[in-house]
């Protein structure tokens, strides 16, 4: 499906995006790992090529413009082109708004929300023929637990900038969505206990497949009708109805 496209993800070396780099790798796409965790990325990079599946590994910090830039230009020169950015990178701290330093929120808003814009931008000048970009936002951008408000405001701004996006960039054929998973474990599932999944409509926790899935999904030329909008996959939480007795 996706023979001779070029996606770049970041944040890719581990959690949900070391699962959407799988699942292109697998559909034929030429995948690049663009991610601050070097000896991650470098093995990763290399059991998908050991496996016969075209990719490389960029070490990338989000947050610099200039790194994001290279990052964008030696994979359309590495490849011939551009096609898809997967807007993955993230970090979280949850500490009370009342001790968060200035410094960890600024952290926080530059490596979840700025990079999404760098990204997209830098991306975008080199989609010649259109393309699709797909940003990771959170369900915690329309619901919180105590302690999230840098995460939270950073997840909230990618919903925005992402129809925002869309809009300026639909004159460029290229598609801007984003996704909100819920709880997705990214750790050890086996060990998750029945309540853990019974919580959900779906009656599990997530995997990062399900998100993966779902990139397969947005990227797809023949989908480029979906523009603009906002995929929350969650089992069913945000729209569970809660009473305590």
Not at 111 to 134: P, Y
Request: with cysteine; aromatic share 6%.
């Amino acid at each position: 499906m996706f023979q001779n496209k070029t996606v770049v993800i970041t944040g890719a070396a581990q959690g949900i995006g070391r699962s959407v780099a799988t699942h292109f790798a697998k559909a034929g796409a030429n995948v690049v790992i663009a991610d601050i965790e070097h000896d991650l990325g470098v093995q990763l990079a290399g059991e998908l090529q050991t496996e016969g599946y075209s990719a490389i590994f960029i070490e990338t910090d989000v947050r610099s413009e200039e790194n994001v830039r290279q990052t964008m230009e030696m994979a359309a020169s590495r490849f011939g082109g551009l096609h898809i950015l997967i807007n993955n990178a993230g970090k979280a701290k949850w500490i009370s708004p009342l001790e968060l330093s200035l410094e960890d929120w600024d952290d926080i808003i530059q490596t979840n929300l700025r990079s999404v814009f760098l990204c997209s931008r830098e991306a975008a000048k080199l989609m010649k023929s259109g393309g699709a970009i797909i940003n990771l936002a959170s369900t915690r951008a329309v619901m919180s637990e105590p302690n999230s408000e840098g995460y939270a405001a950073s997840k909230g701004g990618i919903l925005a900038l992402t129809h925002a996006l869309a809009s300026s960039f639909s004159e460029l054929n290229i598609t801007v969505n984003s996704i909100s998973p819920g709880w997705i474990e990214t750790g050890d599932y086996d060990a998750l206990r029945p309540s853990d999944h019974a919580q959900h409509f779906s009656n599990r926790v997530g995997k990062p497949d399900d998100i993966a899935r779902a990139c397969l999904y947005l990227a797809n030329p023949e989908n480029d009708f979906i523009t603009g909008t906002d995929l929350t996959i969650d089992g069913g939480m945000t729209k569970k109805m809660i009473y305590e007795e």
